[in-house]
Structure formats: structure tokens, C-alpha cells
């Protein structure tokens, strides 16, 4: 094609340039039949192209239609399904954190049309989230249904973790904490090593797509929690009330007998064991950035209770006193629970850590 174009185009230029050449040969096989033929391809040409392109935009606007409206659909199942009763009282911004839940295991009554907000607690091992969570389950429109994930099948794809917290949120999970009809927030909390961090892409998705509210809930004191997670592994073993493991109390007597144990810490291990214990909180942060959250340090909610106000504000729920039975095990100073105490010391003094020597509680 293109070797023919070019002929044609010395063909032409010669009957353009030289007219005396057209006497010696047939005027119409060479001076005008190819100067009109030329145009003549090129508007096909022009024209072919036009319709391809036209039928090339078309078609990718057709399947992005199809696209958004495959979107639009199940968007409006999933809308469906949380039957719309929208006060006109709720600002748009609020619109995609508020559901409407219609449970197949039950039915919510006179409070079909009661808003419900969706959270998790996302946090680690020893950082308080047992006492925050029993603090969160004594308000009456609050269910917290304690550390689903910790059972590893749940957690162990991402179509597994999708289907619990859909369960979940449709108010179809069956725990102590449950208050049915009348929730105004249902979650659960979560360890930040259950799977969290594994599969924070598509948890992510999930919680911006199906408006979940992320709760925060960390520890500044490193070192103390270590004392928790040694003192608390201490216990599994050794069962020190009366033959049974309690992670947690409700009486003084109890929290002492578990208090009297001190652990000696691996001074070689600590702080590789505090740098993982920071790195898995940073990360956790980090991969949740995007979503809608609070962040509370566990050390905060117990010196000033007004924090958990905070908490009840971020999830739009009515004020009330929150309560615990929960009773701290480690109210002394760190010192005098921990065994090597100079050695901990030693260690850590001069590193980014050696402001944890200083905690109380
Ligand atoms: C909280 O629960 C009570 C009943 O237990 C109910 O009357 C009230 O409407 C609920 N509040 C909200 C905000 O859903
Ligand atoms: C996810 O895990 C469940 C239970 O372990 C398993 O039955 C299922 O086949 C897994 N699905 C995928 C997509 O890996
Ligand atoms: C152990 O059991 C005894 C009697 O059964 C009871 O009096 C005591 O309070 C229990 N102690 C603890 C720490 O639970
Ligand atoms: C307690 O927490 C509230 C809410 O976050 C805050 O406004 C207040 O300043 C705190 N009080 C103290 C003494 O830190
Ligand atoms: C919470 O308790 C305090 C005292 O413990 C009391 O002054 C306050 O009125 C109570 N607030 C509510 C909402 O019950
Ligand atoms: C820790 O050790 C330093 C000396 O290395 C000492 O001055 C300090 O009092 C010790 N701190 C505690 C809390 O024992």
C-alpha cells in the first residue's frame, strides 16, 4: 500500500510539474486518472478510519455503561437489602456510614427504621480492647461481638473474611454481646495480626464500600504490655486461680494472686520483641489510613474516661455512662513487676524505648 502511494504521488507530481510529458501519453491512464483516484482512497480511507474509531468509542462506552451499571446493581441490592428509612435529620455526609439492616434470623421490630452504624476495634494482644469492649457492650444500643477472627478458619481467605462480616453486620451473628433488635452499632474487634495486615487491601475495600467505621486501639507503653503478654502466658500455663486461665478479672483478690507472678525478661529478646510490637501498631495505622477512624491510646482511656465520650460522638450514639467489671491485674510500678529489673533497665536506657522505664500501671 504504501509503495503504491508513493508511485501515485511521482506520478501525479510529474503530471503537475512537466505538462508536456501528458501529450506523449494517454491523458486519462496518467495525468488525471491517478490525480483523482488519489483523492478518492484517501476519503475512503479518512472515512474507514472515522467509522473505526467511531465504532471503537462506542464500544468502550458501552462496556463502561455495562460497567456502571453492573455497580449501580449491586450497590442497590446491598441498598435493598438495608431497607431505606432515611430521616431527613442525617447530613449527606453521614449517608454511606448509616444502615439499615434487615437480619434473616430475626426481625428488628419497632427499630427497622433505628439507624445502625457499622465499627470495628482494631487492635493487639494485651492493649486493653477486653475492658474497652465490655465498656462499649454496657451501653444498651451497642453489640461488640468480641474477637470473631481469632478462630483461624474465618480468617483464612479473603472470601471467608467477607462472608463473616457480612453475617456480622447484618445483624445475624449470634454472641453474648448481641442486643438484637435495638443495636445502634454493631462490630467486633479485631488483632491487627488476625489476618488484618495479611489482607488490608481488601479489607479496606470492604470497610470504605460497606461504611465501616475503624476504632483504634493502642498501646503507648510497650513495655508494659510485653509484662501483660508474659504475665498472661504465665497463667495459661499455670492456671493460678483455683485451675482455670482468666486474660482477664473482675475482683481485686483475683487481679492480685495474677499479679504476684513477675516475669524475668529476655534482655536479648526485648528489644526486637518492642520493635515488632511498634512496627505491627505503624502498619496497622498506615494501612488504614483511608479509612473513617478514631485512634485511642488504651493509657488515654484509663486516665480520662471523657475519651470514651469521644467514642460514642465518632459512632453518633446517644451519651451514656459506660461501665466495666473489668479490674486492672498491673497497678504497681513497672519495677515491681518485672523480676530483673536492672536488667530491663540497662537495656533499654539510651534507646528510643527508655521512656517506658517510667510507667506506672
Ligand atoms: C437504644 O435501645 C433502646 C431500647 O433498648 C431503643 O428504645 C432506642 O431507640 C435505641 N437507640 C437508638 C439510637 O437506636
Ligand atoms: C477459603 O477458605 C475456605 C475455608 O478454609 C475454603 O473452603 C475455600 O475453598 C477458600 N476459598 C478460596 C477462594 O481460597
Ligand atoms: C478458689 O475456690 C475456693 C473454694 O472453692 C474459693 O473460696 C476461692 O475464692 C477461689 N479462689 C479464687 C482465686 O478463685
Ligand atoms: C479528656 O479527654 C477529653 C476528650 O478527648 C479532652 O477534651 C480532655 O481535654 C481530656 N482531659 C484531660 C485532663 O486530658
Ligand atoms: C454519669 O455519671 C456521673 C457521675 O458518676 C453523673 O454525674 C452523670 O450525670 C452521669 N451521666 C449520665 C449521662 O448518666
Ligand atoms: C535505671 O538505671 C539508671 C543507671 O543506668 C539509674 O540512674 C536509674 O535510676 C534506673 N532507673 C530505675 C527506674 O531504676
Known sequence: MEEAGRDQDRTVAVAVEDPSSVSTRDPGSVSTKPARRYPLALWVAILGLIMLVGMYIFS???????????????????????KPCHGPSIPDTEIPYVH????????????ACNAVRFFAILSMQRSGSGWFETLLNSHENISS?????????????????????????????????AKNECTAAVGLKWMLNQGLLKNH???????????????????????????SILANAHDSAMKQLNGTH??????????DVLAKYKPTIDKKMLISELKR?????????????NTQHIVLYYEDVVKNHTKL????????LPKTNLSSRHVKIHTKRLRDHIENWA???????????????????
Open 145 to 177: 461481638n468480641g474477637e470473631i477472627f481469632s478462630v483461624k478458619e474465618r480468617r483464612s481467605n479473603v472470601t471467608t473474611i467477607t462472608k463473616t462480616l457480612d453475617k456480622l453486620y447484618n445483624l445475624d451473628w449470634y454472641s453474648s454481646a
Open 277 to 289: 510490637a511498634d512496627k505491627l501498631a505503624a502498619d496497622g495505622l498506615a494501612n488504614f489510613k
Open 309 to 316: 465520650m469521644d467514642v460514642l460522638d465518632f459512632l453518633k
Open 343 to 361: 536488667d530491663v533497665n540497662n537495656t533499654l536506657q539510651g534507646t528510643r524505648y527508655e521512656s517506658f522505664l517510667n510507667g506506672r500501671r
Open 100 to 111: 439499615y439492616p434487615t437480619p434473616n434470623t430475626y426481625d428488628r421490630k419497632e427499630c
Open 246 to 255: 482468666k486474660a482477664h478479672v473482675h475482683s481485686r483478690d483475683e487481679a
Open 60 to 82: 468502550l462506552s458501552l462496556r463502561q455503561n455495562g460497567m456502571l451499571f453492573g455497580v449501580m446493581q449491586t450497590n442497590m441490592i446491598e441498598k435493598e437489602r438495608e
Open 201 to 227: 487491601q481488601e479489607i479496606v475495600e470492604y470497610f470504605n464500600r460497606r461504611g465501616v467505621s475503624v476504632i483504634f486501639l493502642l498501646r503507648r507503653n510497650l513495655l508494659q504490655r510485653y509484662v
